[in-house]
């Protein structure tokens, strides 16, 4: 999976500072969306546990496959306390657990990851 960090304000023109998120899309190895994926969310944000499941397809703007978890309504910083993962139909995992941090900073909002599935 390759993990970026991007404003918001790249996909919501109209959007300010007041919120923190992850998204991303699903695609295959020949770049195909691939929609109806399993994506799982967890760990911990400021003291909070979170545990979230989306499918992939539900945030278009995206892409065809693309998917948005919101976390706050404001940004929060925090070091390899939240992570990603790619599912299979059954809850399978694909992938390992993708760690991640999260910033304060405006510019660094969202955090894009872009799972390529290899099988």
């Given at each position: 999976a390759a993990l970026t960090y991007q404003a918001r304000?790249?996909?919501?023109?109209?959007?300010?500072?007041?919120?923190?998120?992850v998204a991303g899309k699903v695609v295959g190895t020949d770049g195909s969306p691939l929609k109806n994926q399993e994506i799982q969310l967890g760990g911990t944000l400021d003291g909070k546990a979170?545990?979230?499941?989306?499918?992939?397809?539900?945030?278009?703007?995206?892409?065809?496959?693309?998917?948005?978890f919101v976390l706050s309504d404001h940004p929060i910083?925090?070091?390899q306390t939240l992570w990603i993962?790619?599912?299979d139909n059954t809850a399978k995992p694909l992938t390992d657990k993708i760690y991640f941090?999260?910033?304060?900073?405006?510019?660094?909002?969202?955090?894009?990851?872009?799972?390529?599935?290899?099988?």
């Open positions: 304000t790249d996909f919501y023109p109209d959007k300010n500072c007041d919120w923190l998120g979170i545990s979230n499941l989306k499918l992939s397809g539900n945030a278009t703007m995206y892409g065809p496959s693309g998917f948005e910083a925090s070091t993962q790619l599912l941090d999260t910033y304060t900073d405006c510019t660094q909002n969202l955090v894009m990851v872009v799972f390529t599935k290899t099988r």
